[in-house]
């Protein structure tokens, strides 16, 4: 069943504490994208990568890291310096030589 | 100014009306448009994606671009309840990794 998934759907965090959010694709797509939802506000990105071991910070990319270790993997990480993470994350994907960005079903984090 | 400008709404319509989504933008270097909707909590469904100027049309929706006015709509013939949802418009160039700009979206709910 090929698609992207993300995990896990919904995430609680203490103040303080980092925390990983997964996001892996079989679509063999190069490019993956890591965008915050906010209410009322539109995506944002936080970070990109266009292929292994390369990324590039998006327009809100403090407080936040990522890897691309694996083409099929691209994890974010929110760490303790990000001052407002509770939001919906959503990751997506795109083929190399297309313009398309395909969405995985996010993960919901809240900030306790 | 916000690069990309989208009416938030809500908007409600009978069903069987046609509905009209509309996105501005100020950045006259965008190169592809792509509308998605997106169902409460869900992640974003790509509809529909265009380069050029004109329209497209697939099924019930017609996607409309004019690059000289910097303007993008999005048609929907023949609405139904299921399409009760918020439509998202995305930008993206080329020299950007392929990143996309979107509006904050536009929520529409079509009644029985």
């Known amino acids: 069943d090929g698609g992207i998934t993300q995990s896990p759907k919904y995430l609680f965090r203490k103040e303080g504490q980092n925390v990983t959010l997964s996001c892996e694709q079989n679509?063999?797509?190069?490019?993956m994208y890591w965008y915050r939802q906010d209410p009322g506000q539109g995506l944002r990105l936080i970070y990109y990568?266009?292929?292994?071991?390369?990324?590039q910070k998006g327009d809100i990319a403090e407080g936040y890291s990522v890897s691309r270790e694996k083409k099929e993997s691209f994890p974010l990480t929110v760490t303790s310096a990000q001052k407002n993470p509770t939001a919906f994350y959503l990751c997506?994907?795109?083929?190399?030589?297309?313009?398309?960005?395909?969405f995985g079903p996010g993960t919901r984090l809240t900030v306790l | 100014q916000k690069e990309v400008e989208q009416d938030p709404g809500p908007l409600s319509v009978p069903e069987g009306a046609i509905v009209s989504l509309n996105c501005t933008y100020s950045?006259?270097?965008?190169?592809?448009f792509m509308w998605y909707r997106q169902y409460s909590r869900k992640g974003p469904e790509l509809l529909m994606y265009?380069?050029?100027?004109g329209n497209k049309e697939d099924g019930r929706f017609t996607a409309q671009v004019d690059k000289s006015s910097k303007y993008i709509s999005l048609f929907i013939r023949d609405s139904q309840p299921s399409d009760s949802a918020t439509y998202l418009c995305?930008?993206?160039?080329?020299?950007?990794?392929?990143?996309?700009?979107f509006g904050k979206g536009t929520s529409l709910l079509v009644t029985p």
């Open positions: 679509l063999n797509h190069d490019a």
């Open positions: 995305a930008l993206t160039l080329s020299n950007s990794g392929y990143a996309l700009n």
């Open positions: 997506a994907t795109r083929r190399l030589g297309e313009n398309e960005q395909f």
């Open positions: 265009t380069y050029s100027s």
């Open positions: 950045n006259s270097a965008f190169q592809y």
């Open positions: 990568s266009q292929i292994v071991n390369d990324f």
